[in-house]
């Protein structure tokens, strides 16, 4: 072999080798299966929405158009679901952010216990709905033998049948009671993330604690605020387990949203096509509120920025 060919041999050996990039080919299955499993049953519903099926009457079905939507509008009743549904959502969002912040700001301080605190803490996220549901409906409201009552006997007072009185105040609190870890972890991650050395300077220069809060932490955190908020929001306008397993919608529909009147047209009274309609305008009631919630950050982050 002469050496020039030894030479061309070798420059081939050690030659750098291109950099292999993700193969961008890959992402083809995953975009059709994400279609599969959400915008085709999302396109059937549409479909169904415009027409007359109901299983009581399978051999019945027609072309209706839009009476599926106007429908819902003709009757009193889908307009108390409707603020019921958006009073639900907006309730526990509050409630959960007050309590997450208060829960946060306290495990974000250094104290005996406070790992196991955490863990205590966290736990009734992780607890299946319907599990929460049975424990608050048998175990803490119940009229004859729940701790509730209990509690109330201890100071002279009647027992309560709060599931009757207070139905909505009842789902608020056990919705709620699941929901504040949820927002507690997300504010927690922020506050660890706010170095102490800013914290130490603002007290140096004499802010207070309470100008410490809103002028150093909330500002920190406005970025973890805007996502556990919007996406308290999403999975709120959707509940329907614990209004299922505690009140069944009821007294009446005290206690009934949008989620759960699907459920009744759907499997109580058979009526395929006018919760299909239901589901569209839960997905625009839904689409609605989020674009609402970002108009306002986006607005907000205008001002700050002009």
Known sequence: ???????????????????????????????????????????????????????LRPGNIRWVWFRNYIRPFLDADFYQILW?????????????????????????????????????????????????????????????????????????????????????????????????????????AGLQSLPDSTLEAARIDGAGGVALFWYIVVPHLKRFIEIALLLEIIFILNIFGQIFVVTSGGPGIATTNLPFEIYKEAFLRWNISAASALGVLAVVLANIVVLMFMRIIQQEKTEVSA
Do not use: C
């Not at 060919?5 to 080919?25: D, F, M």
């Open 1 to 55: 072999m002469t050496i020039a060919s030894e030479q061309s041999v070798l420059a081939q050996e050690i030659k750098p080798q291109k950099k292999r990039h993700p193969r961008t080919h890959l992402s083809a299955p995953t975009i059709t299966f994400l279609v599969i499993i959400t915008q085709i049953p999302f396109v059937l519903t549409i479909y169904y929405s415009f027409l007359n099926w109901n299983l």
């Open 84 to 188: 019921q549904t958006v009073y639900l959502t907006l309730s526990v969002v509050v409630i959960t952010f007050v309590f997450g912040m208060l829960l946060a700001i306290l495990l974000n301080r250094p104290f005996p216990g406070r790992g196991l605190a955490r863990t205590l803490l966290i736990s009734p996220f992780l607890v299946m709905p319907v599990v929460t549901s049975v424990l608050w409906k048998n175990v803490l409201l119940n009229p004859v033998f729940g701790l509730a009552g209990y509690v109330l006997g201890l100071v002279g007072l009647p027992s309560i049948d709060w599931l009757a009185h207070y139905p909505m105040a009842s789902i608020i609190a056990i919705v709620s009671w699941q929901w504040i870890p949820f927002v507690m972890l997300i504010l927690l």
